[in-house]
């Protein structure tokens, strides 16, 4: 099952992406930078939400250990691909990979992460 759950991730990184070209091709032409961040950060999470909440119903997760399991791989797997897809292939610098994590600047991709990491365990004890 958790493999399934591993190779499913590959469909967050298509909401991720659609979710960031709306922002650059919409909203964030109308906001301030640092709003489009925030409301594509809230966004984010709530297609991550129901992508999981779809996927948690074509495979159940069967407990709460493989519910943190699965957000602990998908964690790592996001950081992972931010960092080394946003050095190596965007060429963006360390400083502007490591903006989106300052919460006290009002920067929300901190409680991205925390939504992917939780969001499996969530539904799980949602459906238990």
């Not at 190779?7 to 922002?23: D, E, H, K, S, Y």
Request: with cysteine; net charge positive; proline share 2%.
């Amino acid at each position: 099952m958790i493999l399934n759950y591993v190779i499913a991730w590959t469909g967050m990184v298509f909401i991720a992406i659609v979710n960031g070209a709306v922002r650059q091709l919409g909203y964030g032409r109308v906001f301030t930078e640092l709003f489009a961040h925030q409301v594509s950060c809230l966004t984010g999470i709530i297609l991550f939400f129901i992508y999981t909440w779809a996927l948690s119903i074509r495979w159940p997760i069967e407990s709460s250990q493989e519910a943190l399991t699965i957000g602990l791989i998908w964690l790592v797997l996001t950081v992972a691909f931010e960092f080394l897809f946003g050095r190596y292939s965007a060429k963006a610098s360390w400083r502007r990979l490591l903006h989106d994590y300052n919460i006290l600047q009002g920067r929300l991709w901190t409680l991205v992460l925390v939504a992917v990491l939780l969001a499996p365990y969530v539904l799980y004890r949602m459906r238990s």
